[in-house]
């Protein structure tokens, strides 16, 4: 009998069209199904429809039948599904209740009302599962976004659940991180549905892949015969790590650090130096904490350095992780105007993919349109040096293809840093490769 | 100690604060209360510095509304409605004490925001779903002052810098929007992990030590001691 299964599932968010048309899907025991999809596909609501939050959480119309565990999640509220099933969501930061990292974990397992005596060594269990073990008395804001992840994963875990359901988990995680993460939450018997934006990791542990286009779905077939439908039909989801671009002619110096230093309260950086030239587009890649973002940073001039210098040649402009830091106006279009004027700033809209959307609430944006709001606010400044934290963040594999072609077109006569995780990216956008490593002391490679 | 201990003995000290008249006891639990938030380092700043304003803001209008004492320190001009601005000596005892009064409650508040373990301190509470509430309201407070960073930092990374109050306050309505829709998500993500179902347990909680009923006995002593002889 399978865990899960959705019959014929149409639903629509208030007043929206609909987000799932007519899905049907099965999860046996054990397996790991991997929902694949370009941004606003549907993937996101098929993991709460699974979880019982659509429609009970998020209202709508509903029509056809998702059972769980044998129930019917429209007779069964979230609340009674906890415990049968786990839920980890894409971003660790809005689902942390508490405030210590143990007490957090047993949160969900004082809820299911699992047995006093047996919430303790449930939690430590989990928590040495997932490698974070002598954290449980730390503070949840005290410890990086990749322990968070794990705080997160071991929350789900000790909940010991028949369906584990993963909506894009690694986002904030580097590649050996998200690797870790994969292994840590796939180890054991339960029913995994993964919906993920970088598959290359997540490719390699599902026995199934069900790929979605306007809530429809159009491929659910094993993971070989997947691949194969995928370099066919859909090669960008097949990442080919290729080589770096073939070099460009380069102009001046516009950007300069020297034996630069800094430290929040531990030490971050430590006489690092790099240079920027006009018309290249430079990668900085390396794992998480090795001090990526500090470095780029002290480019933009968003911070300034304990020690060594930092000169640009003319106005920086930086992209920062977050797309909802870049919600400060009631439209769209107004929102990029900020930094510029209406007419630049709809040109702007129209590069990034978002015609049509200038008259929108930026807050009304999915996840994905928001990463591109954000792109369009700093590239309309028509900066200098253009800086950019993870632009890839959400970003589905073909829009991360058009994004490289974006900013490769739009160099011109700018300096361009992109601090990434994403390997594949990198190459597909740079000039040149910077590495940063972390050691006792980070340094550039 | 225990946190239900530690939070009890803390509001003796607020108690005792504002029912005490002697401006010196007020000021000693003031200062008591300032060196406990000390320990928490730079994290207790935002705290520090809206108590201390707010005292001081207290601390410089207070004689300017009220009119007694006879000890004449400074004569002002007669304003319409609030009358003659003069400063006593009387009133500058009352600013002084009602500044202290405010100041030791907003400490009190920030040492429990900061140093509390608000998880354990929920465990013992029998209001549960009210205790968590009040522990997801005390975190509000740092995860808005990030938020607010957060944006500034994300406007000069466009080469705009927010200046002076307007351009400030500005920022606060992206601020609640976005804390608004962080609360929708925290919601969801608690329901999915069945908070609100019936039969719910709690993780054990460790015994009261004797450390722990002495702050107890201690924090009634001193709002007893406040009101008859402070």
Not at chain 1, 192 to 205: G, M, T, W
Request: charged share 20%; hydrophobic share 50%.
């Amino acid at each position: 009998m399978a865990l899960a299964r959705v019959e014929r599932l149409t639903f629509a968010y208030p007043e929206s069209a609909p987000a799932l048309r007519d899905v049907s899907l099965e999860v046996e025991p054990g397996e790991v199904v991997l929902l694949l999809g370009a941004s606003g596909s549907g993937k996101s609501t098929l993991v709460r429809a699974l979880a019982g939050l659509v429609p009970w959480f998020h209202g709508g119309r509903f029509e056809g039948r998702v059972e769980v565990a044998g129930r019917d999640t429209r007779n069964t509220r979230p609340t009674e599904l906890a415990g049968t099933v786990a839920t980890v969501f894409q971003d660790p930061e809005d689902q942390v209740v508490l405030g210590r990292v143990e007490a957090e974990v047993a949160f969900g397992l004082e809820n299911v009302g699992t047995s006093p005596e047996a919430i303790l060594p449930l939690v430590r269990r989990a928590l040495a599962a997932v490698g974070i073990a002598g954290l449980g008395e730390r503070s949840v804001t005290e410890i990086s976004g990749g322990e968070l992840q794990r705080v997160c994963l071991a929350s789900a875990l000790a909940l010991e659940p028949e369906l584990l359901l993963l909506d894009e988990p690694t986002s904030q995680l580097d590649a050996a991180g998200a690797e870790a993460f994969f292994e840590l939450a796939l180890g054991g018997d339960a029913g995994v549905v993964i919906s993920e934006q970088r598959p290359a990791n997540a490719l390699r542990y599902a026995d199934r892949v069900v790929f979605l286009e306007g809530g429809r779905i159009v491929l659910d077939a094993p993971r070989e015969d997947a691949l194969a439908w995928l370099a066919e039909h859909r090669p960008a989801w097949v990442e080919v790590e290729t080589g770096l671009n073939a070099a460009r002619a380069v102009g001046e110096v516009a950007c300069s650090v020297e034996d630069v230093s800094f430290a929040y309260e531990a030490p971050v950086l430590n006489s690092v130096s790099l240079e920027l030239r006009r018309g290249e587009v430079v990668a900085l890649t390396g794992p998480n904490g090795s001090g990526k973002t500090t470095l780029a940073k002290l480019v933009a001039g968003l911070l300034e350095p304990k020690a060594g210098s930092v000169v640009r040649a003319g106005t920086a402009a930086m992209l920062l992780q977050d797309p909802g830091r870049y919600l400060v106006r009631e439209r769209v279009d107004e929102e990029v105007a900020l930094g510029s004027d209406l007419v630049r700033a709809r040109a702007m809209l129209a590069a990034v993919g978002l015609a049509g959307s200038e008259a929108r609430h930026p807050r009304d944006l999915s996840t994905g349109e928001r990463e591109r709001l954000a792109l369009a606010t700093v590239l309309v400044a028509e900066p200098y040096v253009l800086v950019l934290d993870e632009p890839t963040r959400g970003v589905d594999p073909e829009r991360k293809h058009e994004l490289a072609s974006l900013l490769r077109a739009q160099t011109g006569g700018r300096a361009t840093l992109v601090v990434t995780n994403d390997r594949a990216f990198a190459r597909a956008v740079a000039d040149r490769e910077v590495s940063i490593v972390r050691e006792r002391e980070p340094a550039l490679a | 100690m225990r946190p239900t201990a530690a939070a009890i003995l803390l509001s003796g000290l607020a108690v005792t604060a504002l029912v005490a008249t002697r401006l010196w006891a007020v000021g000693v639990i003031a200062a008591l209360l300032l060196a406990v938030c000390l320990r928490a380092g730079r994290r207790a700043k935002p705290y520090l510095w809206g108590t201390l304003w707010s005292a001081g803001f207290v601390f410089i209008l207070w004689p300017l509304f009220q009119s007694r004492g006879y000890h004449v320190l400074w004569s002002g001009p007669s304003i319409p409605v609030f009358g003659p601005l003069d400063v006593t000596t009387e009133e500058l005892r009352g600013a002084a004490l009602n500044a202290l009064r405010l100041a030791a409650v907003g400490l009190a508040f920030a040492a429990y925001a900061l140093l509390l373990d608000h998880d354990r301190l929920l465990a013992a509470a029998t209001a549960r779903h009210s205790v968590l509430a009040a522990a997801l309201a005390t975190r509000l407070v740092p995860t808005f002052e990030r938020d607010a960073r957060g944006l500034v930092e994300a406007l000069r990374g466009r080469g705009i810098a927010p200046e002076g109050l307007r351009g400030h306050a500005a920022l606060l309505s992206p601020l609640v929007a976005g804390s608004l829709e962080r609360g929708f998500s925290l919601a969801e993500a608690m329901e999915s992990r069945g908070f609100g179902r019936a039969g719910r347990t709690r993780v054990p909680a460790a015994p009261w030590r004797p450390r722990d009923q002495a702050a107890v006995v201690t924090a009634v002593a001193l709002v007893v001691v406040g009101v008859l002889w402070l």
